[in-house]
């Protein structure tokens, strides 16, 4: 058995990828800054550290309660903090706290699993959970933007640094995501069913995606499966990506397939 930390792992994307783990067999160790979200962790991982990704104390903490149940095998970093704001007009400590976050708790906690990796001179596998914004631009998501294009950066980094010594790094990009976070935007939205189809209909595949997507392809990249994978940012986004526009549907076949 190995260990594995996953953080931001009370609630959404965080939370499938550490249940799908410990489905797995991996002893995960949630790292999670809400007390009642980490405390609802107990009983389903193999333990929990309440704590700040965006705090070197508490990653080195988090490594240190995995190593204790089993080696270091592998790192999840999905922590992240998503605002909204411009460049002309800035929130400096929003745009603090999300860089903190989503970049120095990134860059962090890769570090902490380096250097656990390579105490014990063991291979491993590092997946940061990026984003699309990563890739494009978005309006009023300045910080945001750059955050997670800094995280693609990192994972290309740690892949061509340490591949020589085992150790794996790739990024999942994922789209809109049913998470609470999505939900909770829909309901304080003017209008929040209109929110909800404008991001389906932006995917080719016409949906927004379940955080378990996400965690199965977290799961496949940790995995010895995905051993001669590397350095890559992967897009789970339904197609949004790769769209120029949201895809128009063609009358005939919308007829067969019962779509509107």
């Known amino acids: 058995m190995k260990s594995v930390v996953v953080t931001g792992a009370g609630a959404g994307i965080g939370r499938a990828i550490a249940e799908r783990l410990a489905h797995d067999g991996w002893a995960v160790v949630g ?33 240190q309660a995995a190593a204790a149940l089993a080696p270091l095998g592998a790192w999840v ?50 997946v940061n959970v990026s984003s699309i914004h990563g890739r494009a631009g978005a309006v009023a998501h300045a910080a945001y933007d750059t955050s997670k294009g800094a995280i693609d950066a990192l994972t290309r980094h740690v892949a061509s640094s340490y591949g020589p010594y085992g150790i794996r790094a790739n990024a999942i990009a994922p789209g809109a995501v049913m998470t609470l976070a999505l939900e909770r935007s829909f309901e304080t939205a003017p209008d929040g069913a209109a929110r909800r189809a404008q991001l ?16 199965a392809v977290a799961a496949f990249l940790l995995s010895d499966e995905a051993s001669f994978l590397t350095g890559q940012s992967i897009a789970v986004d339904g197609g949004w990506t790769t769209a120029l526009v949201p895809p128009a549907l063609d009358p005939e076949l919308a007829g067969r397939y019962g779509l509107r």
Not at 201 to 214: D, M, S, V
């Open 200 to 215: 389906e209909r932006q995917a080719p595949l016409r949906r927004i995606g379940e955080p378990a997507e996400i965690a």
């Open 31 to 63: 790292l999670e800054r809400d007390e009642t979200l980490a405390a609802s962790l107990d009983g389903v991982l193999a333990a929990t550290v309440a704590g700040d990704a965006g705090d070197r104390a508490d990653l080195a903490a988090a490594a």
């Open 77 to 126: 970093n999905n922590a992240g903090v998503t605002t909204q704001g411009t460049l002309h007009d800035p929130d400096p400590e929003q745009v603090r706290r999300l860089l903190s976050v989503n970049v120095e708790g990134v860059y962090w906690g890769c570090s902490e699993a380096v250097r656990a990796f390579a105490a014990a001179a063991r291979p491993g596998a590092i």
